[in-house]
């Protein structure tokens, strides 16, 4: 009998075994071709099921060759599809309308197919790991990328790529440039509302695959918001953290109604004392986007964005000795104090910069798309500070005037200017304003000529006028701040909102045409881009000329700039591929260049375009459990124009000597970045995935420099002209060497825990031109920053909460919390006749923040 039965259940299990099908796929998703990480696979009508790995590839044993499998991916909408159908490339469409055509004006590269280098950071990223930190920071573990708070302020943070800081870094949102339009900068706190509003971001190093113009010297952060979601739904969240953080957001999305229009929106208030004394903050942050499906052909989406608000700062950088003399260490912070009980940021920024946008894209046969963006942004607000012949005493540089946790004794100021009486006051706080108002036209053509050539084209149009002035904002005591600097109000008794110091608007036209062919046969790739655009710069000067004087505005000096650049890819198997991109690029001089004595009179009209020559070899590996990239680079920049500011300490004939704000216009540097990155992705089971990346850079100034011009703030003439002796040394401000190891698990299906650990070295310092004028100063380095590491947590834990879906969010940073210099200014200076090099004594330093964390709650419905 034993025998019978051992017989019967040896031919059922290979019955069993018989009618099971093990089949394979690939998912991913329908637009940027992209692996979907963890989409999940079953078999419909069982619990039987697989998670695609990192290449979004799986492998399931169904009961019959005849079932039905169901893929689905959060934030996709979910298919069905026969087992016995072909599964090798499964594609979803997203759940958002019109993101797959704003990933086609963003130039969104495509993994194994775009030759370029480029990291992905996808929204459950950012929520899982974003807490309190600046949004900057979600990247810092991309190779090539150095990211810091610097003085600490919300919203103050900044990023490098590849040693090129945001000037030359091309940021996008959904394609749209937001750099600058006069110096290319990019003021975080403006985009504040970020972090709620992003589907995805697409780090590209180096020239990239963007067809703009744009200065993508080291690279292109695209960021594209979310769309407008196909299903009905919403969410509201909290989260509090140290130093009385706080923030409240919610979303709502109307989903797609039977006439074809959607909308989602969102917002938030976020408020908290900052880790920094002195730089408390409160913000207001929206996202709005509208999208009508006309019909198969016509879409219109119309897309907000914006963040009103203001925050204290830390601008004033110090010796390591003042904080660990003070008794708020790190946290120490000179730009603050108390007047009448009322705490009082000198050094604050305010600002609110919405950006609307109106997309039409247009099907108009199966092989050709038109996609139009017009856009609109406004920006009101500015940055504080102090003014006048005395205004050191504000500034932390005069002694008796900050007690020793580094408050400003306002009290004392406040008095001293209403013993002046009629003389006004010889300190003030006042606000330097950078108003503007931005329109562009985006407009790119797309023709698939067949299945392995399609051929692009577009239109590329800005215009843009920014009104920068003084304004008083607090007289201390006062009865009024007399100002000379106005010609046509040579004595101007200003009291608060007035202007003075200065007053004039930089207006930038752009106008620009690019043009692209991609090729794709087989396992090869390639594509060719070239644009051109001319960049007009004006400038208008309300206080240096009278009304009546022609020469008030200049006139318009033009400036052609023009992009090449090429590359190709090649799949050599299904695992191992090999990419080659090269590209020439000359940038139009930058506005202060053109005007480098900031006024009408002797504008720099032969200003030299800044010449770029980029090379970059990459090889990446794909498998199942192991992705991995390793990547060669070189840009040569020649011509390079930048405006520098920095703190001098000069007499004027005052008690005490007085720290003031001078800046530094240099004209036709040559630099030299070059170095290797690597990344990888180890995922041995769906519920362990370590990451890692490291970053070796040699990023160094290749000449001397001669009659650099130095001037103090809003005064047209120089105080003096000084050579630079910088050839051979390594460029500061970015970590030269950067790695990263990151870890995520599944602890329990509901319950991740994660780990990041950051490592930086080969950090110098940036260095006051003044201070390298002497050939002795030639080949000496600036100070190093010691080396550092930070460790950060974080947890995820999703549950239910009255039926509703709900996840616990938590994050701690540089939970060891150690104590490192994140930036620095060389403390180098002529001794004697003879260069002495910069210390960690005589060093100014920003340290970062030690130990923070953030918890949170956010239910879905």
């Keep these: 009998m034993r025998k019978l039965l051992l017989s019967f259940s040896l031919v059922m299990g290979t019955l069993i075994t018989v009618a099971q099908t093990t089949v394979t796929g690939t998912i991913t998703d329908s637009e940027s071709g992209e692996a979907l990480i963890g989409a999940t696979v079953l078999e419909k009508g069982t619990n039987n099921g697989a998670i695609a790995d990192i290449n979004g590839s799986f492998t399931l044993s169904v009961s019959s060759s005849n079932a039905t499998l169901v893929v689905s991916y959060v934030g996709y909408q979910t298919i069905e599809v026969a087992a016995n159908s072909d599964l090798s490339s499964l594609t979803l469409v997203s759940g958002l309308i019109g993101l797959d055509e704003v990933l086609v004006i963003a130039s969104y590269g495509v993994d194994r197919k775009t030759p370029v280098a480029m990291s992905n950071i996808k929204a459950d990223v950012i929520e899982a790991k974003i807490g309190s930190q600046e949004f900057p920071e979600v990247l810092k573990s991309t190779p090539g990328v150095f990211a810091t708070k610097e003085g600490g302020g919300w ?10 800081n945001s000037e030359n870094v091309a940021v996008l949102i959904n394609g749209i440039p937001v750099n600058d339009m006069e110096n290319g900068r990019v003021f975080w706190s403006n985009w504040a509302g970020l972090t709620d509003a992003t589907h995805t971001i697409q780090v590209q190093r180096g020239l990239g695959a963007v067809n703009l113009a744009v200065p993508s010297i080291g690279g292109t952060i695209n960021i594209v918001s979310k769309a407008s979601e196909r299903e009905e739904g919403g969410s509201f969240s909290f989260t509090s953290g140290n130093d009385s953080y706080q923030k409240v957001g919610f979303e709502l999305s109307s989903g797609l109604t039977e006439n074809g229009w959607a909308f989602t929106i969102a917002g938030s208030r976020a408020e908290g004392n900052g880790f920094v004394d002195g730089t408390e903050f409160l913000g207001h942050s929206y996202f709005a986007t509208i999208a009508k499906q006309i019909n198969d052909a016509h879409e219109i989406t119309f897309t907000a964005i914006g963040a009103k608000q203001r925050h204290g700062q830390r601008q004033q950088q110090h010796r390591l000795s003042t904080y660990e003399n003070s008794p708020r260490g790190i946290k120490h912070n000179s730009n603050w104090g108390y007047l009448r009980g009322e705490l009082i940021q000198v050094e604050d920024n305010f600002y609110h910069k919405p950006q609307l946008s109106l997309n039409h894209y247009w099907t108009i046969n199966d092989g050709m798309e038109l996609s139009t963006a017009l856009y609109g942004s406004w920006g009101t607000g500015g940055g504080g500070g102090a003014l006048g012949e005395n205004r050191g005493k504000l500034e ?175 799949n050599l198997n299904t695992n191992w591929n090999v990419f080659a991109n090269i590209g020439y690029f000359e940038k139009a001089p930058g506005f202060d260049a053109v005007f480098p004595n900031f006024d009408n009179e002797d504008p720099n009209s032969s200003a030299e375009n800044q010449k770029i020559f980029s090379t970059e070899l990459g090889l990446g590996y794909r498998s199942s459990t192991f992705n991995a990239n390793i990547n060669f680079y070189r840009t040569e920049w020649r011509d390079r124009t930048f405006t520098d500011s920095f703190n001098f300490t000069r007499d004027e004939g005052l008690p005490t000597e007085q720290d003031v704000t001078l800046t530094a216009n240099f004209l036709g540097v040559d630099a030299l970045h070059q170095g290797i990155e690597v990344d990888f992705i180890y995922q041995p089971i769906p519920d362990f995935k370590l990451t890692g990346m490291l970053s070796l850079g040699d990023w160094t100034w290749q000449n001397n420099l001669q009659d650099v011009g130095v001037f103090d703030e809003g005064n047209p003439t120089p105080i003096a002209t000084v050579d630079a002796f910088i050839a051979g040394i390594h460029v500061g401000d970015a970590a030269q060497t950067t790695a990263a190891l990151g870890v995520s698990y599944n602890l329990l299906p509901n319950l991740t825990l994660g780990a ?18 002497d050939p002795s100063s030639e080949g000496i380095d600036a100070w190093k920053a010691p080396s550092y590491g930070l460790l950060d947590f974080n947890i995820k834990y999703d549950f239910d909460l009255a039926g509703l879906d709900a996840s616990f969010i938590g994050n701690v940073f540089n939970i060891g919390n150690v104590e490192y210099v994140a930036d620095a200014q060389d403390g180098g200076s002529v001794v004697s006749d003879v260069y002495q090099a910069g210390t960690a004594l005589n060093s100014l330093v920003f340290y970062g923040f030690g130990t923070t964390w953030t918890a949170g709650v956010k239910v879905r419905f």
Excluded at 756 to 773: C, E, G, K, Q, V
């Design 396 to 570: 932390g540089n005069v002694d008796g005037y900050n007690f020793a946790d580094g408050t400003i004794n306002l009290e004392r100021i406040y008095d001293e200017n209403v013993a002046r009486g009629g003389l006004g006051s010889d300190a003030i706080m006042r606000a330097s304003r950078n108003d503007h108002n931005w329109y562009g036209l985006l407009s790119s053509l797309r023709y698939e000529v067949s299945d392995k050539l399609s051929v692009l084209g577009g239109l590329d149009w800005r215009y843009y006028r920014g009104a920068h002035f003084r304004e008083v904002t607090n007289l201390l005591g006062g009865q009024f701040y007399l100002d000379d600097d106005n010609v046509n109000n040579p004595v101007n008794a200003a009291r608060v909102g007035d202007k003075i110091d200065y007053h004039n608007d930089g207006i930038v036209k752009w106008l620009g045409v690019f043009g692209q062919v991609e090729y794709s046969v087989n396992d090869l790739s390639t594509f060719a881009s070239v644009s051109i655009a001319n960049t007009g710069y004006d400038r208008e000067d309300f206080f240096n000329y009278l009304d009546s004087d022609s020469q008030q505005k200049v006139g318009t000096f033009n400036f052609l700039g023009y992009m090449v650049k090429g590359g190709a890819n090649y």
């Design 155 to 164: 919203g103050d943070g900044r990023i490098s790529v590849r040693g090129f």
């Design 756 to 773: 990041d650990f950051n490592y930086y070295d080969n950090l110098y310092a940036d260095f006051d031109p003044t201070d390298r004028s």
